[in-house]
């Protein structure tokens, strides 16, 4: 999980103004702007269908063996008016190369997220459009479609303790929810979307609104569950994170 990304940068001209890609040349030796576009990739492109999603991001198979194809969508009110562009304030501030850049350091720390493969911006005027591919992970599935069958399928114990470790390194999560927490068939659990995360000091308000966060997920997730058994594996997620995070204090 530690290997080092390559990073390698392309620069590139587009009809409408320019687009940059970079990309991991151990994955993938160049790289063009097709390389984000769905209808490129022919039958190898199926889109990604689980509920919680923008409809922006396909399951794709290349020589780097299979992975995820995000459009950056808006979410929210703004996107009525503005479906996926976002104010230019340079390269390495769009969307997708903080994304991979992210990735990138936090597979170097040894944190379970996916490789990221390539990200890309195609920017007009005073905005752009983003689009990264990363690492699909084999087998895995989210805490979402988890909830779905019996609650003690899930290891939530393990949950915990691994958010600890993101927050111990001072990852801050943009948006954790049970879509975006994968369990592989090995129960080992993955983290993934970091669109806006970063790294920050470690403080107990963002790890706890972290937390408070999910639990809002779960309980809107629950389904035919009953609310109080979906609080008690949320209880079960907070001990695995505070018995991991006094663990790693001492």
Known sequence: MTTAIAESLQLLQHADGEAAIVFDRARLP????GLFEPAAWGGEARPVGERGGRGAAWFVRGEFGEAVLRHYRRGGLVARFNRDRYLWRGADRT???AEFRLLAELRGLGLPVPAPIAAGYRR???TYTADILVQRIPGARSLAELLGDDLDAPPWARVGEVLAA??????????LNAHNILIDPECAVWLIDFDRGRRRRVADDWRHANLRRL?????KLRGIHAVEAVMR?????????ESAWAGEAA
Do not use: K, M
């Not at 993101?166 to 948006?175: L, S, T």
């Not at 639990?215 to 309980?219: C, D, E, P, W």
């Not at 594996?233 to 994170?241: E, F, L, T």
């Open 166 to 175: 993101f927050h111990r390194a001072g990852v801050c999560h943009a948006d």
């Open 215 to 219: 639990q809002r997920s779960l309980l």
């Open 233 to 241: 594996c949320h209880r079960v997620i907070v001990a695995g994170y």
């Open 30 to 33: 160049q790289a063009g702007y």
């Open 95 to 97: 969307r997708s190369f």
């Open 124 to 126: 007009r005027g005073l």
